[in-house]
């Protein structure tokens, strides 16, 4: 199964914008590319994917190497409500297409 | 609504205890999971259910049994636990046909095996 690379921890200042990166070199041709975010006392919430293009959503931007063994996670203007750990996780088209292949998380720390 | 909702939020059970985790959604979603998380760890993927049948079984103990009564429901029953499977056990849905698969959690049942 195809792995993923994060920093364990990053720190940002509030209102800055933040780029989360992952590292997936044996990422296979049909893995998609997928970011959840699980703040404190909660679940693992969905935050974006992508496959080739880079990907843009309210909550944040995809920018995936042409290469795509790398992507980055781009939060705009991080806010403290963004202070959470970060999972880039990888999810093979195979006939699991549930399953999601989670890497070690980044846990995102914002000063005020 | 995109809530999951799980019960109980914690749990304290004996080695000896049958106890049972609830999870409930009204999304519409067929794809439902139980997945395990221990401190500072992703979750770890326990059971797939698919159109209320157990498609996916990642291999763990029998002392979990898993059960889906309706395309609502999902329970998780406990049975004979081991102090080392006190964790946060997690729920969630997804739709089963779709490009996302975006998946939908709960918040989680804080488990502490005694």
């Known amino acids: 199964d195809a792995k993923t690379t994060q920093p364990n921890s990053m720190e940002s200042n509030e209102e800055e914008p933040v780029h989360l990166p992952c590292n997936h070199s044996t990422i296979s041709g049909t893995d998609y590319i997928h970011w959840y ?3 404190p006392s909660q679940g693992p919430e969905y935050v974006i994917h992508g496959l080739t293009s880079n990907v843009n959503n309210r909550m944040a931007s995809l920018a ?3 290469d795509r063994k790398s992507s980055t996670l781009i ?4 806010t403290l409500r963004d202070a959470a750990v970060y999972y880039c996780i990888l999810r093979g088209m195979t006939d699991s297409n549930y399953q999601l292949i989670w890497g070690a998380g980044t846990k995102l720390i914002i000063k005020p | 609504d995109t809530e999951v909702t799980q019960t109980p939020k914690h749990l304290v059970m004996g080695m000896t205890n049958k106890k049972s985790l609830k999870c409930e959604q009204h999304m519409g979603h067929r794809a439902m999971y139980w997945y395990k998380q221990k401190a500072k760890k992703p979750p770890e993927l326990m059971f797939v259910y698919s159109y209320e049948k157990l498609s996916i079984n990642e291999s763990v103990p029998s002392r979990f049994s898993p059960e889906c009564p309706n395309s609502s429901l999902l329970n998780l029953h406990l ?7 006190s964790a946060l056990y997690l729920c969630a849905s997804s739709q089963v046909y779709t ?7 709960g918040p989680g049942t804080r488990l502490t095996v005694t």
């Open chain 1, 37 to 39: 975010r699980q703040l």
């Open chain 1, 64 to 66: 995936i190497a042409e």
């Open chain 1, 75 to 78: 939060l705009h203007r991080a």
């Open chain 2, 79 to 85: 049975h004979a636990l081991q102090p080392e499977d």
């Open chain 2, 99 to 105: 490009t996302t698969y975006e998946q939908y959690f």
